[in-house]
């Protein structure tokens, strides 16, 4: 900045200069935030990139973007914002992170119920799992404390089995089946159950065939319930 003092019949003239510093103002601009569900491809965009601190309408001259650190498991993520534009050498920007947050998805492992007879075989436990999400490796035993030596009603336990460490991504529901034993398998001998077409003497004229006893074990090895 320039002055000049023309003087005047008292004063001499003079002129002098000095300098006025415009420093750069201070502004903000804050990363959006998100969330989602384990598993969930792609990402839900982001909220929007806001600023503050920006004056005469340069807000609307930036350019804004945004991103998150990368990431599946379940937890927690920053988000970052970016802006560009010329109006920025106007300004000292502050950048305030944002945050994405991962959260577990719903995992179901359920026992199937199991029917035994006491003296016979355990039956197989199996079960089945619902829910997994990027083909994770995880698998299930099922257990007991039953046994066919007495009749009576167990639990059937599941347990999940997790190699890869990806539990921690779910939130795990067990579903207990039942293991239930009954005192003695139906016994068919001494009787014949009429059946059109059934195992025994051959259907002949209007009377149906005859499920004999003796072929009743061979039809029904492990008995058979009716109700």
């Known amino acids: 900045v320039k002055c000049v003092y023309d003087g005047d019949p008292n004063h001499f003239g003079s ?72 109006v920025l050498a106007n300004y000292t920007v502050d950048y305030v992170e ?21 003296g016979t075989p355990m039956p197989a436990l199996d079960g089945a799992i619902t829910g997994i999400r990027f083909g994770d490796a995880i698998t299930a035993t099922y257990s007991t404390v039953g046994t066919t030596a007495v009749a009576g009603s167990w639990p059937i336990v599941p347990a999940a089995v ?31 159950t009429y059946s059109q077409g059934g195992w025994g003497s051959k259907p002949s004229g209007g009377n149906p065939g005859a499920l004999l006893a003796q072929h009743f074990q061979t039809v029904y090895p492990n008995g058979l319930i009716l109700g």
């Not at 503050?52 to 379940?74: I, Y």
């Open 162 to 192: 997790d190699p890869d460490g990806k539990l921690s991504n779910y939130t795990v529901q067990i579903i207990n089946g039942t293991l239930t034993v009954l005192s003695e398998v139906c016994n068919a001998n001494g009787y014949i």
């Open 98 to 118: 944002g945050e994405f947050t991962i959260t577990p998805a719903p995992l179901v492992i359920r026992a199937n119920d199991k029917l035994a007879y006491v």
């Open 15 to 86: 002129e002098g200069e000095n300098t006025i510093r415009i420093t750069p103002l201070r502004a903000v601009v804050i990363a959006g935030s998100g969330t989602k569900v384990y598993g969930t491809m792609p990402d839900p965009a982001l909220s929007a990139v806001t600023t503050t601190g920006f004056v005469n309408g340069d807000a609307a001259t930036l350019t804004l973007g945004q991103s998150r650190a990368a990431g599946e498991n379940v937890g927690e993520y920053v988000t970052t914002a970016t802006a560009s534009g010329a």
